[in-house]
Structure formats: C-alpha cells, structure tokens
C-alpha cells in the first residue's frame, strides 16, 4: 500500500496547487481525507481523481458541472453521457462561434476603407447585431450589404 500523501505532496505529485486542491474538497469533488496531527493526509489513489478533475476542466467543464459527475448514475441510466451530449453541443456552438468571428476579421482585415465606421458590410452587420441577430446572421446581412452595393456601382 502507497503512503499517504500530504495536501503539499499531492499538489506536487498533480500539479495542482494546494489552495485549489482546498478549494475542491470543500465542494466535494474531492473526499474529505483522513488528518493525522491536524495535517490532511490523502491516499495516494486521490491522484487520479485529481487527474480526473483536471482532464474534465481542460476539456471545458466547469466545477459545478464536474460535480454532476459525482453522483452515481441510476442503474441502466446514461451516467455521464448526457453531460458529454451537453458539453459537446456547448463546444460545437462555441466554435461555430469562433468560427464566424475569424470569417469577421478576416473580411475586416480585407476591408478597403481606412475607417471601419465608414464600412457600409460593417455597419451593416453592426446593425444586424443591434437587431439581436446572430453573429453569422449579421455576417451574412453584412455580406449581402456588400454584394447590393458592389451591383449597384456602375461600370
């Protein structure tokens, strides 16, 4: 059997410092460990949870949400799997979100006028987001703005 570890050796061993390893067993996401002279002293298998803990923060969870993890799934039930669906769509939604922001700065960066205000695609689409429309939307509505005004020049 391993050697019980000190809040400092397990830090140390995870990379975590201590303050939020303090701050985890107050949620509960890490067991309250056995104290001997006031010092806490963690098995050496809280490691891995702590691992866990890291893996599922790093992948974007947050505390709270890691904490649903906690509780034991019903028998025959789904456990974690919903919480994956849901972060997964979060994340699908978010780069989507990023995605339509680089599209944004990169037709920014092509802009031709020296003063961005003096866009008409941008105010545009500053427009549409005034309007509550989404990100692709006011790009799109910034799009067609360019496009109206391209076949509105004369040749």
Known sequence: MSEPLTI?????RTGVAASALRYWEGLGLLPAP??????????ASAARLVGVIVALRRVGFTLREIEAF????????DGWRPLYQAKL????ERIAQAQ?????????LACPHEDIRDCAAFTAGADALLAGHTLEQAHEQ????AHTRARARPR
Not at 70 to 77: D, I, K, N, V, Y
């Open 8 to 12: 400092g050796g397990l830090a140390a």
């Open 70 to 77: 906690r509780t034991p799934s019903a028998p025959g039930g």
């Open 142 to 145: 910034a799009h067609e703005q």
């Open 34 to 43: 056995e104290r001997v002279s006031g010092q806490r002293r963690y098995p």
């Open 89 to 92: 769509a979060e994340l699908d």
């Open 100 to 108: 339509a922001a680089r599209t944004a700065i990169a037709h920014g």
